[in-house]
């Protein structure tokens, strides 16, 4: 079993992060609607007709390599967005990543 760790030296398993990862993106869409009567895309505004995607800014892989496995599940580090924004950021990384 893979064990990651947290910023305070706490050990969490993968099952552990992957669970708490699906709960923090249930809730970052939870508040969002009952804030604001709706889903949208953080980035664009787009609400309709549209699938959503919550989408890392620190990806999950980042934060686990890092040591700071808590930063996966926070939901400040998730932004709701819309396939073709949330694609354009994945390309955007991607270029800087070849670098």
Partial sequence: ????????????????????????????????????????CEECGQSTGTYFDCAHIISVDECQKSGRSELSWDENNINIL????HQKKDRLNLQFSKK
């Fill in 1 to 40: 079993m893979n064990f990651y760790k947290t910023s305070t030296g706490e050990r969490v398993s993968k099952s552990v992060i992957d669970r708490k990862v699906r709960q923090a993106k249930e809730a970052k869409l939870e508040k969002q609607f009952l804030e604001d009567g709706y889903n949208h």
């Fill in 82 to 85: 819309c396939r073709r924004c």
